[in-house]
């Protein structure tokens, strides 16, 4: 979608999360699965998207990022957990 910016979660191999922005969430994680994402999922593949979130503006999508890159691990696990929940009950 032209105009929106993603917030994304993905699980590396090793279990660890890390937090992202991309204007295509598809194409960010297959960067990172090929070794060109970020330096510390280079080591860590393959990952898997697990949680997003859409922005309409980069500046609301980046604050987002900093927030959730703030959360404990903990806080992340129940951030994923409760997407996922949510999409069940649809």
């Known amino acids: 979608m032209s105009g929106a910016h993603f917030v994304y979660i993905v699980r590396c191999a090793d279990g660890t999360l890390y ?11 297959k960067a990172h699965n090929a070794g060109r994402g970020a330096k510390y999922t280079a080591g860590r593949r ?11 503006s980069l ?23 409760g997407r996922r929940n949510r999409e069940r009950a649809l």
């Open 19 to 29: 937090t992202g922005y991309a204007r295509e969430i598809g194409a960010r994680v």
């Open 59 to 81: 500046g609301k999508a980046l604050r987002r990022e900093h927030q959730i890159k703030r959360l404990s691990r903990r806080q992340k696990q129940s951030l994923v957990a």
């Open 46 to 56: 393959p990952v898997r998207p697990v949680y997003s979130e859409r922005f309409r």
